[in-house]
């Protein structure tokens, strides 16, 4: 089966589906969702970062009006560990199962009450008592506990202690990170509803079906009794990829009243309860030969972890053992066990920190060696995965470089440290290069066709207003020879076909490829169905002679021979077709081969001279992602992420008071986002083709839109200024005073 080259709709800038819902208000969120008898509860949180409750006085709060219940340790029903993400199988201990407090801002009791207001008032009069231990708040505290590649990915390639020894020029910096956060722009929600054993749930989730999982172990059910709905939601970057426990309090809120249930967190509890990006140090240590060909890489980092030891898979060193040529290679990836909330995945986890003090290490080196910095890389360039060894499926990185820069306008760099000056303003080209290898999952998709020839699409896949909806529509329409507005996509529903998280830069991969076998199988039932037929002209056709255009089935060398989908329905009395699809990248148990995204990034910065202040005046990012599936989309993803880079790299910090553990800038007044002044022109380049192997020729896209803008910002603010800043964020109090 083929489709029709002008009926091409993949690729198309096609608005966005849920735009108009959304701008509407018919797109209902989370917290949208009500029931007439429901109830809300709002969290209490301890106060101290470390130590137990002695106890807890709940009687005033039970006093007050309009409450219904305040639950806490001493008497809440006992739930079972489970595991609370896909990516972590291990049972995480449920929330207020003891006395232990491990963090400030960690759940010491739910109250529920029948508006918010009340709960609010009656969470203020909960009264506890603590017995309070030293917490253990930094990466250089000897007391943190120290667990050793705790994921399994160090690399050890080589004899790197022997070649940086002999290596001709070496090099050994340390970088650090500072801990950010998510912060989507809707606030986290769970409304939960029990009618008997049977559980319903509106959460804020990137993975419905981990969620269900979660709440199933909780509350020992069948996961056919648990129903997670998230149609939209208001962001998450990595943070809705885990069952919080707020989620499962609010289910158990619910049993507890008998009534439904609805929990919003404010934003200050976001940055307690859903996650963040760790803090880091590394170390790296690079030998090479004086024309710059790479002899030996040591990367070290240590990351944090919050005390209750859980956290999504993030080595920072991760990218290092397959960047580029280098035949010794050792990665060392380290959590320090600290009393803070729990780090979580938060966009490109691991990898941006990663990126940064790689790709800024390197440039660093270019100005040792006076080599050109994209020269550097390119003479360290490898077309395999230097891990296997094997070819990558696809990869167009040195297109990535050639185009960006001359996009960019690198030629006209000079490359002597503050050569370059508009006024009083210093400025500065810096560059990095990526390589970001993303997921991809088991995911079905069951598509339907109608009597009024409209294709349904269902999955279980949810949309973080990355564009899903829109290119799930694409995609099918184009398969199913139909217009986008003849497609309706169903997605974010637990009920509905399997499908993986959102996240991990596979959700498009995946899904893409469910609906393609589910189109490839649906075209194979219409002509199963007219097999026998003798009033139809696709009698006895194989699906090798057909194509799929003008809203039905037509032969491909003979364009008038065919008939709609209507059309056949309506000849059998059938009132619709459906067909199943997966996409299983394991099914044939053959290891496929490495497979990346791969970007240059190159960013101009002016720093006024006297008072230190850096300004990104534009980025060019050139983008190799295979097939671009929405090019408006894409571009849109490269934007955001480049404007999340600028915050990471200027702006953003998650600041914990040293001694208590509070976070010290828990507000949108307080913790510094990126707005418009603060970001500069920025451009985006497709280049590459489709890739060999992954269905559609797709490869990920959602994350590597940040990698490597922090240090093509930093190494852009060290030909400025001469000063080489090896930590985040660059802030004038930090690097200038």
């Not at 079972?80 to 896909?86: L, Q, S």
């Not at 003798?534 to 039905?552: A, F, H, Q």
Request: aromatic share 6%.
């Amino acid at each position: 089966m083929t489709t029709a080259t002008r009926e091409n709709i993949i690729g198309d800038p096609v608005d966005r589906i849920d735009g108009p819902p959304k701008v509407t208000g018919a797109a209902l969120y989370p917290s949208d969702f009500t029931f007439p008898d429901l109830t809300h509860a709002v969290l209490v949180q301890s106060t101290i970062a470390a130590g137990t409750i002695r106890g807890i006085d709940v009687a005033n709060a039970k006093a007050a009006p309009g409450v219904l219940a305040v639950i806490t340790h001493e008497n809440a029903p006992a739930l079972v560990a489970g595991p609370t993400a896909r990516v972590d199988p291990s049972p995480t201990s449920p929330p207020l199962k003891d006395d232990r407090i491990l963090y400030r801002g960690q759940i010491a009791a739910v109250v529920v009450a029948r508006t918010r207001e009340q709960a609010a008032a009656a969470a203020r009069l909960v009264e506890i008592d603590y017995e309070e231990a030293v917490p253990v708040l930094s990466l250089d505290d000897p007391r943190a506990p120290v667990l050793l590649d705790r994921w399994g990915l160090d690399v050890d390639r080589g004899d790197v202690t022997a070649a940086l020894a002999s290596a001709e020029v070496a090099y050994d910096e340390t970088f650090t990170t500072a801990a950010v956060t998510n912060n989507p722009m809707g606030l986290f929600a769970t409304v939960a509803r029990w009618e008997g054993d049977r559980l319903t749930v509106h959460d804020t989730s990137q993975d419905p079906m981990s969620t269900r999982r979660a709440l199933a172990a909780a509350f020992e059910l069948p996961e056919t009794g648990v129903r997670v709905l998230v149609p939209y939601l208001g962001g998450g970057f990595g943070a809705a990829l885990r069952a919080w426990p707020h989620v499962i309090l609010t289910a158990l809120a619910a049993r507890v009243v008998g009534r439904p249930v609805k929990l919003v967190l404010t934003r200050p509890q976001m940055f307690t309860s859903v996650g963040h990006r760790p803090e880091t140090r590394q170390r790296v240590r690079l030998g090479v030969t004086r024309d710059g060909r790479l002899v030996a890489v040591d990367h070290e980092s240590t990351a944090t972890i919050g005390a209750l030891g859980d956290g999504g898979v993030e080595p920072v060193t991760q990218v290092t053992g397959n960047a580029y040529a280098c035949p010794n290679v050792a990665t060392h990836d380290r959590r320090a066990q600290l009393h803070i909330p729990s780090p979580y995945w938060m966009r490109a986890p691991g990898r941006t920190q990663g990126h940064f003090a790689v790709e800024s290490a390197l440039d660093e080196l270019s100005y040792t060696l006076g080599i050109d910095p994209i020269e550097l890389r390119l003479r360290n360039y490898t077309e395999v995965d230097p891990v296997s060894g094997r070819p990558w499926s696809s990869k167009a990185l040195r297109e990535c470089y050639v185009v960006g820069a001359e996009r960019f306008g690198w030629a006209r760099r000079t490359p002597e440290i503050g050569s370059m000056r508009d006024g009083n303003w210093l400025v500065g080209y810096g560059m990095a290069g990526v390589t970001f290898t993303s997921g991809q999952a088991l995911c079905r998709a069951t598509v339907s066709i109608g009597r009024d020839g409209t294709a349904h699409v269902r999955s279980a896949a949810t949309d973080i207003g990355t564009g899903t909806y829109t290119i799930a529509t694409q995609v099918a329409a184009e398969l199913l020879g139909l217009d986008t507005d003849q497609v309706r996509v169903e997605i974010g529903d637990s009920d509905l076909p399997y499908a993986p998280y959102s996240g991990g830069s596979g959700i498009a991969t995946s899904f893409s490829g469910a609906i393609h076998d589910a189109v490839g199988k649906l075209v194979r039932a219409f002509l199963d169905l007219v097999a026998d037929d003798e009033s139809s002209p696709l009698r006895g056709r194989s699906p090798d002679e057909v194509t799929t255009t003008k809203r039905g089935i037509h032969v491909v060398d003979a364009p008038s021979i065919g008939e709609t989908y209507v059309d056949m329905l309506a000849r059998h009395g059938l009132p619709e077709l459906s067909a199943d699809g997966v996409r299983d990248p394991q099914a044939d148990g053959a290891s496929p081969p490495p497979n990346g995204s791969f970007a240059a990034w190159f960013a101009e910065v002016r720093v006024d001279a006297g008072l230190g202040l850096v300004r990104v005046a534009r980025i060019v990012s050139a983008v190799d992602a295979g097939r671009i599936l929405n090019e408006k989309l894409a571009r849109s993803q490269i934007i955001g992420g480049a404007v999340m880079g600028i915050g990471m790299t200027l702006l953003e910090e998650t600041v914990f008071d040293p001694e208590t553990g509070r976070i010290a800038n828990a507000t949108f007044g307080d913790y510094l986002i990126p707005t418009n002044a603060d970001v500069g022109e920025i451009d985006v380049l497709f280049v590459g083709t489709p890739d060999t192997v992954r269905p559609l020729g797709i490869k990920g896209i959602g994350e590597i839109g940040v990698v490597g803008v922090s240090a093509a910002i930093a190494n852009a603010v060290y030909h400025a200024t001469g000063r080489r800043v090896r930590s985040l964020p660059i802030t004038v109090e930090h690097h200038y005073v």
